[in-house]
C-alpha cells in the first residue's frame, strides 16, 4: 500500500459499487483501479459494497476497471440505485435466450438432429458464456485461478470432448447462480443500505420570513428545520420551540417514542410526531449520528473477522490444489491403468467444476456483514466481525454502576449540617459542583435550584479537580473541599464518630455519601441515591442463562454502597472503591482468570478499563460522540436489555460460520468422491457448487430472526 503519510495528503473519494458478489471479484477490481493512471491507491470494502480511491479517476473509468463483473459505480451522496426489472438487465436477457436455444437443443437431439442439435448448443455456450470466457481466459493467461478460470476450462473441456449439452447446460446453470449471489449478497448489505435512505434529502428551512425547501447539503449550521407532524427529522438539531414525540427506532431500536421539549436534542432519520417542531442545525448532513452509524458499521464489514482471514489464505491455496487433483484424476487413470481418455477427462472437468471456491469465500462474510447490519437496525453498533467473533466467545463481564447498573441520575435524599445554615452549605456546595461534570454534582445542583438556594453569584476560584476522590476550590478567601469522606478524613486528620456513624448507616441503605468542608472543620454531610435500572437484574439473569462465567461490578463507589446495589442487581462480584487504575487492573485479573472479558460503561469515564477488556460495551451512544469512538460496541437505545441479545447473536453468527464452512467443505468432499467412481455429471457438479452457495446464503440470513 502506497505510504500513508503521502496518501494523508492526496484527496479520498468514497464511491458505491453496484454488482460486487464475489469476494475474489472484489479483490481484482481493486487491482484494476489500482492500476488506473491518476491513482495513487485504493481499497475496496466488500461487505458494504464501496470503494475509497486516492487520485484522480471518474466513474467512467472506475466502471471500465470493473467491466469484467458488470458493475455499476455511483457517487457515495446518491441516496438510491435504480433497480431494473429482471428481464431487462442484459446479462439476464441472454440467460433466458440461452436456455431457450439449450431447449431447442435438446429437442433436435430427440428427433435425431445432430448436426442441428450442435449447433444450438454451441450457440447457447457462446451467447450465456462469453463474459465468462473472456474472463476465465484471460485470467488463464495471467495464471489467475480463479472460478471464472475453472469453469472456463470445464465448459470448454466439455466441448472438446463433444459433450456439448453438458457444456451448454453448465453455462446456464452457472450464469444463475451468479444471479442468485449476486440477489442474495444485496438482500445481506440491505440493512445498511436502508439506514442511508432513511434520512430525508431535502429540509424545510425558514429563512427571514419565508420558509424554503433545499437539499439537506446546502442546510447551515444553526438555521432553523421546520419539522411537520409525522414528518422525518433531516438533521441532527436542538429544539427551540414546540414539543412533540420522536420515534428514534431508527437511532436506538426503541420503538417507544420519546418526549422533546425545547433543549432536547432530535437525530436524523427519527420520526415526529404529533406535534410541530422548530429545531436549530447543530450537525452538517455528512456529521449527523445516523451518517456515523452508517459510517461505523461500513468500516465494521471491511474489517475481517478472525475465521474471514483464515478462510482467504484458505481459498489461495485450495484453487490451485482443486486444479491440481483435476489434472490427475483426467490423466492418471489413462496413462497408468489404461482408462478410457474420454472418461476420465470428463471426471476431471467435473472436479473442476465441484471444486469453485465461492460457497467457501463467501461463508464468513455473508454472515457477518447479516449480523452487523441486523444489530444497527436493533440499536446496537458493533465494530468490526473481530469483535462480533470474541462476543460470541464471552466468558465475563464487567459493569460500572453508576450510569450502567443504575439510571445515572441520583438525588439527593439527605443533608446532615455541622456547622451553620442548610442553605449556606448548599450554595457553596452547589457553586462549586456546577463546575463538575459528576452526576452526583449535578444532583446537588438540581437540589439547590428546587429550593431557591442563590448560588450562582457565589464566588469560585481555582477549581481543582481530585482524580478519584472529589473537588477543591476556593469560595471567599477559604479552600473548601467536596467528595469522599476518605478525603475530608486524609484533610482533617479524622472524622468524628458521630459522622462515620452517620456515614456508615447511610451507606447501608445504599446511598452515596459526599462530605464537605474546610481544612480544619466538616461542615456537613449530603447523601445520595441513584436507582438501580429497572432492567438491570434480568439483564444480569439472562446473561447467567446465556453461561456468562462471571459478572462483576466495578466501580469508585464505596463498597457499602456498591454491595447495596449489587445485590439487588444479582452480580457475583462486587470491587468498590476503585480508582481508575485500580479497574484496569480488575478486567485485567478477570481476563487472566475467565478469558474474554466485556467492560460495559458510559464510554466516557472509564477509558482505561474500556480499553483494556477484549470488547469495550458503551452504553447511551445516541448523542454521544465520545461513545461511538471509545467503544468496540455501542448500545444506542442505553438500554442494558440489548446486552444478552448482542452476546446471542454473536453465539449465533459463530455457530452459523462453522456450519457455513462445513456445509461448503462438506457437499464438495461428498461430490469430489463421487467424481471418482463416474457419479457425477457436469451439470449435478453445477448444482452442488450452486446448492452449497445458496445454503450458505440462507444460512446465514437466519441472524436476521436473532430477536431480543
Not at 426 to 449: F, G, N
Not at 617 to 643: F, H, K, N, P, S
Request: net charge neutral.
Amino acid at each position: 500500500m502506497a505510504n500513508e503519510q503521502t496518501l494523508e495528503r492526496i484527496e479520498a473519494k468514497t464511491y458505491r459499487v453496484q454488482g460486487l458478489t464475489c469476494a475474489n471479484c472484489a479483490a481484482k477490481f481493486e487491482r484494476n483501479v489500482k492500476a488506473l493512471p491518476g491513482v495513487k491507491e485504493a481499497k475496496v470494502n466488500f461487505g458494504a459494497a464501496k470503494i475509497t480511491v486516492w487520485g484522480e479517476t471518474t466513474v467512467e473509468e472506475l466502471e471500465q476497471a470493473g467491466a469484467f463483473e458488470r458493475l455499476k459505480i455511483r457517487e457515495e451522496r446518491e441516496r438510491t440505485i435504480r433497480r431494473e426489472p429482471f428481464w431487462k438487465k442484459k446479462e439476464n436477457g441472454n440467460v433466458l435466450v440461452s436456455a431457450a436455444l439449450l431447449l431447442i437443443g435438446i429437442a433436435a437431439d430427440a428427433a435425431d438432429s445432430g448436426g442441428m442439435a450442435v449447433a444450438m448448443y454451441l450457440a447457447a455456450i457462446a451467447l450465456g458464456g462469453y463474459s465468462l470466457f473472456w474472463t476465465g481466459l484471460r485470467n488463464l493467461a495471467r495464471w489467475q485461478l480463479d472460478m471464472n478460470t475453472l469453469m472456463t476450462i470445464a465448459i470448454l473441456g466439455a466441448a472438446a470432448i463433444g459433450e456439448w449439452q453438458e457444456g451448454a447446460v453448465v453455462v446456464i446453470l452457472f450464469a444463475i447462480s451468479e444471479a442468485l449471489e449476486r440477489y442474495s449478497m444485496d438482500r445481506a448489505r440491505r440493512s445498511i443500505a436502508s439506514l442511508l435512505e432513511m434520512a430525508p434529502a431535502q429540509a424545510t428551512i425558514r429563512r427571514g420570513a419565508e420558509e424554503v425547501t433545499v437539499p439537506v447539503e446546502d442546510v447551515r449550521l444553526g438555521e432553523v428545520m421546520i419539522v411537520k407532524p409525522g414528518a422525518k427529522i433531516p438533521l441532527d438539531g436542538v429544539v427551540v420551540s414546540g414539543a412533540s414525540t420522536v420515534n428514534e427506532a431508527a437511532m436506538t431500536g426503541e420503538s417507544v417514542p420519546s418526549e422533546k421539549t425545547v433543549g432536547d436534542a432530535v437525530f436524523a432519520g427519527t420520526l415526529n410526531g404529533e406535534g410541530f417542531l422548530e429545531v436549530k442545525v447543530t450537525k452538517r448532513a455528512d456529521e449527523t449520528m445516523l451518517a456515523k452509524m452508517i459510517d461505523l458499521v461500513e468500516e465494521a464489514q471491511a474489517e475481517r473477522a478472525p475465521s474471514q482471514a483464515f478462510i482467504d489464505r484458505f481459498a489461495r491455496y485450495y484453487t490451485p490444489f482443486i486444479m491440481i487433483a483435476a489434472l490427475l484424476v483426467a490423466f492418471i487413470p489413462p496413462l497408468v491403468a489404461g482408462g478410457n481418455w474420454l472418461d476420465w477427462v470428463y471426471r476431471g472437468l467435473a472436479v473442476l467444476v465441484i471444486g469453485c471456491p465461492c460457497a467457501l469465500v463467501i461463508s464468513t462474510p455473508v454472515a457477518i456483514v447479516t449480523a452487523l447490519g441486523h444489530a444497527a437496525r436493533r440499536g446496537v453498533l458493533i465494530k468490526g466481525g473481530v469483535y462480533l467473533e470474541q462476543i460470541g466467545r464471552l466468558r465475563a463481564v464487567a459493569f460500572d454502576k453508576t450510569g450502567t447498573l443504575t439510571e445515572g441520575k441520583p438525588s439527593v435524599t439527605d443533608v446532615v449540617v455541622y456547622e451553620g445554615g442548610r442553605e449556606q452549605l448548599l450554595a457553596v456546595a452547589a457553586a462549586i459542583e456546577k463546575r463538575s461534570q459528576h452526576p452526583l454534582a449535578s444532583a446537588i445542583v438540581r437540589l439547590a435550584e428546587e429550593d431557591g438556594v442563590p448560588f450562582f453569584d457565589v464566588p469560585v476560584d481555582e477549581f481543582q479537580s481530585l482524580t478519584g476522590q472529589g473537588v477543591r476550590a476556593v469560595v471567599g478567601n477559604e479552600t473548601y473541599y467536596i467528595g469522599r469522606p476518605s478525603l475530608l478524613a486524609e484533610v482533617l486528620g479524622r472524622l468524628s464518630d458521630e459522622a462515620e456513624q452517620r456515614i456508615a448507616a447511610f451507606r447501608q441503605e445504599g446511598k452515596t455519601v459526599m462530605a464537605i468542608g474546610m481544612a480544619r472543620r466538616l461542615l456537613g454531610l449530603i447523601a445520595a441515591a441513584d436507582r438501580l435500572r429497572p432492567s438491570a437484574a434480568a439483564t444480569i439473569a439472562a446473561l447467567r442463562r446465556l453461561g456468562i462465567k462471571e459478572i462483576a461490578m466495578v466501580t469508585g463507589d464505596h463498597k457499602q454502597t456498591a454491595q447495596a446495589i449489587g445485590r439487588q442487581a444479582g452480580v457475583s462480584a462486587i470491587r468498590a472503591g476503585l480508582l481508575p487504575e485500580q479497574k484496569l487492573a480488575a478486567i485485567r485479573e478477570l481476563k487472566q482468570r475467565y478469558g474474554i472479558t466485556a467492560m460495559v460503561g458510559d464510554g466516557v469515564n472509564d477509558a482505561p478499563a474500556l480499553a483494556a477488556a477484549d470488547i469495550g460495551v458503551a452504553m447511551g451512544g445516541a448523542g454521544t460522540d465520545a461513545a461511538l469512538e471509545t467503544a468496540d460496541v455501542v448500545l444506542m437505545a442505553d438500554d442494558l436489555r440489548q446486552l444478552p441479545y448482542t452476546v446471542r447473536l454473536g453465539r449465533r453468527t459463530l455457530s452459523i460460520i462453522k456450519q457455513n464452512i462445513a456445509f461448503a467443505l462438506g457437499l464438495k468432499a461428498l461430490a469430489l468422491m463421487a467424481a471418482i467412481p463416474g457419479w457425477l455429471t457436469l451439470w449435478l457438479a453445477v448444482f452442488a457448487d450452486m446448492g452449497a452457495t445458496l445454503l450458505v446464503t440462507f444460512n446465514s440470513m437466519r441472524l436476521l430472526r436473532v430477536k431480543e
